[in-house]
């Protein structure tokens, strides 16, 4: 395959219904943590960023908000398997109730990660929010407590997911169809 082949994106899900999808999760997650003197939500950099944005703005309890940047795909299509912490959380997450916010859950290997590493620090209580789960790509065992649509096996763009670092600002989810010679 050519290092930048052409390809088109075709929606998968709409505007429309992933906010109607965070709407249902965030007063989901609401419903959990009620009571908490406050949500300590860790948006993972960069996919999540669109995601947390909506989110945290449904969910209605008081929230910090925190990033945490992991990667493991950098420009790549397919997973490296090994996780590097780019950027640590701000905050202190010692006996605190966190809610993890990722994008997606391909292979597991960044969540899983990133599970390990918090739980470390002794929240309270750790859940995660994935948008999306593409369950058929699963190598490390981890499931996110609250998915927002399980999808299947295909290359998914848009609403903070890149390809190559584009497509983030697409305000739906659309799968990539490659149309090059190499398709
Ligand atoms: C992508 C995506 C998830 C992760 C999922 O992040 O945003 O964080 O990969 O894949 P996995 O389950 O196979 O680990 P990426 O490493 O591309 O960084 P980004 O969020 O900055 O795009
Ligand atoms: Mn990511
Ligand atoms: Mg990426």
């Given at each position: 395959?050519p290092?930048?082949p052409?390809?088109?994106?075709?929606?998968m899900?709409?505007?429309?219904?992933?906010?109607?999808?965070?709407?249902?999760?965030?007063?989901?997650?609401t419903?959990h943590?009620k009571?908490?003197?406050?949500?300590?939500?860790?948006?993972?950099?960069?996919?999540?960023?669109v995601?947390?944005?909506?989110l945290?703005r449904?969910?209605?309890?008081p929230?910090e908000?925190?990033?945490?940047?992991?990667?493991?795909?950098?420009?790549?299509?397919?997973?490296?398997r090994?996780v590097?912490i780019?950027?640590?959380?701000?905050?202190?997450?010692?006996?605190?109730d966190?809610?993890?916010?990722?994008?997606?859950?391909?292979?597991?290997?960044?969540?899983?990660?990133?599970?390990?590493?918090?739980?470390?620090?002794?929240?309270?209580?750790?859940k995660v929010?994935?948008?999306?789960?593409?369950?058929?790509?699963?190598?490390a065992?981890v499931?996110a407590?609250?998915?927002?649509?399980?999808?299947?096996d295909?290359?998914?763009?848009?609403?903070?997911?890149?390809?190559?670092?584009?497509?983030r600002?697409?305000?739906?989810i659309g799968?990539?169809?490659?149309?090059?010679?190499?398709a």
């Open positions: 395959r290092a930048d052409s390809y088109v994106i075709d929606q899900i709409s505007a429309k219904a992933i906010a109607a999808r965070v709407e249902a999760l965030a007063r989901e997650i419903q943590f009571g908490t003197d406050k949500l300590v939500v860790v948006g993972l950099l960069r996919g999540s960023f995601f947390i944005a909506d945290v449904e969910i209605e309890l929230v908000v925190d990033f945490l940047e992991a990667s493991s795909y950098g420009d790549a299509m397919h997973s490296s090994e590097r780019l950027k640590d959380l701000r905050g202190e997450i010692a006996g605190r966190v809610l993890v916010v990722e994008d997606i859950v391909d292979t597991g290997f960044t969540l899983h990660h990133v599970i390990h590493l918090l739980k470390a620090r002794g929240p309270r209580q750790l929010c994935a948008l999306l789960d593409k369950p058929s790509r699963r190598e065992a499931k407590d609250w998915t927002g649509f399980e999808i299947p295909e290359f998914v763009v848009g609403y903070g997911i890149d390809f190559a670092q584009r497509n600002n697409l305000p739906y799968k990539v169809r490659f149309t090059g010679p190499s």
